[in-house]
C-alpha cells in the first residue's frame, strides 16, 4: 500500500508509539512524549484516539491529514551550552550529533581530572556547546539524562537510569566553572528544558480542550525518564512510562495501526451521505490491511467550511483490550478513584451495563461532576471533570440526549455551550460533537441504528464547569 500511497507514511515512527502505548495506557486523554536521544514527538490522546491535524513540514502547512505532532529539539542526549553565569540552553544538538558519551553512561573510574571545555558540534553551531575532557584526553558531554540522575528523577527500574556518580563528577567540573553547586547546575539544565516544552503541552492541551485534571503525561523512548518526572512535578499532573517504554515503537509496528481519513465538502449532508462516507473510510482501512471487526470510524462535521470527515482506525493484529482480564465493579471503583484522585469512599456507580461500568463522584451538584467511563477490562475510555448520565435503551435514547442537551448546556455571554456526548452502545463507546439538535441525531442515529430497540445504552455529556 505504501507504493499506491506513500505519503500517507508521513509521521509514521510516531504513530507506532501512539499504538504501543494505547496497548499499556488506561487513561484515555493525555499528552505523549517520544523522548529519544536528540528530538522530543509531543502529541496528544483523545478520548482513545490520537489526535489528527494538517500535517506541517518545515514550517508549512499542508492538506495531508497525519498526527498532530510537534518536534522539539530538546531530549535525552540533548547537550547543554552555559558560560561563568550558568546554564544558557539546552540542545539543539545532542551527544549523537556530537559523538560523545554521556558522562551519566560512563565508568567512574574514567571520569578522572574531568574539565570543561566549549565547543560547536557542527560547523556554524555555537562555540559555547560543553564537553568534559579527561586528563587522558577522553571526552564525554552533559545531557538532560544526566541531570535528571543526579537530581534522583530516574528510578532504577528506568532505560535511562545511569551511573549517578559518574554524572555528578562531570557536572561538577561544569558547577566549579559556574561557582555554584552539582545540583543547582543540574535544575538549571532541566528549568531550561522545561521551558522550551511547556508551551508546547499548554498549547495542544487548549488545541483539544483536555481539561488540566484530565491530563495525564505518558512518556515512551528510551529518555523519557529524563524529561517527563521533572515536567509532571512542575506542571502538577500525572505521569507514567509504560512497561517496555524503551521498545514501544517497536511493539506499536507489530500491532499496525491503520488509519484512513475521508473528506468531503457536503452542506446539509444527511443521513445517507455521512453513511457513505463512513463505508468508503472503512473500505479503505480494510484496503490497508486492518481486520474488519477491529475498525472504529468516526465522523465530524465542520458547520462553518461544511467539511465532512470520516477517520476509520482499525489495527492488523491484536486490540489492547485483548491483553487483560475482566475487573470486578469494585476494580473499576478503584480505577475511576485513583484517576480522579479521591478515596474509594468518595465514588460511586453511577450506571453499568454487560461492557462499561460509569463511575463518578459521590457528592455531585446537580447530577453533575467527575465521571470516568471504564470498560470491562479496566481501561478508562473517557474522562470529563463535569459530567452526567443517564440509561436507557436503544428505543428511547434520543429522549435522554434531548435532556442532557439542556441540563448540561453553559450559557455565556454571547453563545451557548453544548456538551459533547458519549454513548454506550454494546462494546464500543461513540463520542458526538455539534452545534445543534439535529445535526446530533443525525449522526447518533447512524451508530444506534445498528441496535435491537430493547438494548441498553448509557448517555453521557460533558462540558466545562461553570465558575
Known sequence: KMKKRPV??????????????????????GVYFEVGGTTTNIGVIKNGRPAIDYSIVGG????????????????????????????????????????LDYAVFTETEKIKGPKVEFFSPKEGDPADYVKVVMEDGEEVTITNTCAANVLGLVQEEHFSYGNVPSARKAIQ????????????????????????????????????????????????????ASLITYFSNKMGVK??????????????????????????????????????????????????????????????????????????????????????????????????AEDMRLNKNEVCLLENTPFFYVCGEQNRSKNAGSLRIIDQKGFIKVQRGHASCMKTTAANYMAAVEQLWEDMA?????????????LCLGARVSDFTATDLEQLQLLMDLEVSTMEPEEEVIVVAGNIKQT
Open 60 to 99: 508549512h502547512p499542508t492538506y495531508i491529514s497525519s498526527l498532530d505532532v510537534r518536534v522539539l529539539g530538546v531530549a535525552g542526549g540533548s547537550m547543554v551550552r552555559a558560560n561563568q553565569s550558568g546554564i544558557i540552553d539546552v540542545g539543539p544538538r545532542s551527544a549523537h550529533i556530537a559523538g
Open 8 to 29: 500517507l507514511t508521513m509521521l509514521s515512527g510516531p504513530a507506532a508509539s501512539v499504538m504501543g502505548s494505547l496497548m499499556y495506557l488506561r487513561a484515555s486523554n
Open 410 to 422: 453553559v450559557y455565556q455571554t454571547e453563545l451557548i455551550a453544548r456538551p459533547e456526548f458519549y
Open 239 to 336: 505521569y507514567s512510562i509504560p512497561e517496555n517504554a524503551e521498545v514501544i515503537s517497536s511493539i506499536g509496528v507489530a500491532l499496525a495501526m491503520v488509519r484512513d481519513v475521508v473528506e468531503r465538502i457536503i452542506p446539509s449532508p444527511s443521513k445517507e451521505d455521512i453513511r457513505s462516507l463512513k463505508n468508503e473510510a472503512m473500505n479503505k482501512a480494510i484496503e490497508s490491511g486492518a481486520t474488519p471487526e477491529s475498525i472504529e470510524v468516526h465522523v465530524e462535521i465542520d458547520p462553518q467550511t461544511s467539511k465532512v470527515t470520516a477517520i476509520a482506525t482499525g489495527s492488523t493484529e491484536v486490540k489492547a483490550t485483548d491483553l487483560t482480564k475482566e475487573i470486578t465493579t469494585e476494580e473499576a471503583l478503584e480505577l475511576a
Open 173 to 224: 567540573a561544569l558547577a566549579d566553572y559556574c561557582h555554584t553547586t552539582v545540583e543547582d547546575i543540574a535544575e538549571q539544565i532541566m528549568e531550561k528544558s522545561y521551558a522550551k516544552i511547556e508551551p508546547v503541552i499548554l498549547e495542544l492541551a487548549d488545541k483539544y480542550h483536555l481539561e488540566k485534571d484530565q491530563i495525564s503525561l505518558v512518556g515512551v523512548g528510551g529518555g523519557a
